[in-house]
């Protein structure tokens, strides 16, 4: 995960369950001024409040659903490029129709 954040640097990240790591945490936010943000499991000693749970829940829930909204509608699982500058226009391209029609600037 942290090569990855590292390559697109952005200060606030948010992650599922799978990145629950205070050491990571720590480094991220030392090293890069990163923050990354997971919900927490129900057995950690330390757990944040319900407000903020409800807030990641929240957050969470409008970025798995931009994704099947992509998988689903734009086929973004099925890009065909011969080269990674093909990959990244193709997926420029389905990104700008997204943004475009959820806009509300073009029909789709």
């Known amino acids: 995960v942290e090569s990855v954040m590292t390559q697109i640097p952005h200060p606030y990240n948010l992650g599922d369950k799978g990145f ?3 050491d990571l945490q720590k ?5 890069y001024q990163m923050a990354l943000w997971t919900p ?3 057995n ?5 409040s319900e407000a903020w749970e409800k807030w990641i829940q929240q957050k ?3 970025i798995e ?3 099947s909204v992509l998988v689903d509608q734009y086929r973004i699982t099925e890009i065909r490029a011969n080269s990674m500058i093909g ?6 391209g389905i ?7 959820t806009l509300g600037l073009v029909e789709f």
């Not at 480094?27 to 090293?31: A, K, T």
């Not at 990104?95 to 029609?101: G, I, P, T």
């Open 40 to 42: 927490s499991r129900k």
């Open 65 to 67: 659903t931009v994704f």
């Open 60 to 62: 969470r829930k409008v």
């Open 44 to 48: 950690q000693k330390h757990r944040p």
């Open 20 to 22: 629950i790591s205070r």
């Open 27 to 31: 480094r991220l936010y030392e090293e």
């Open 87 to 92: 990959f990244e226009v193709a997926l420029d």
């Open 95 to 101: 990104l700008l129709a997204y943004s475009l029609v």
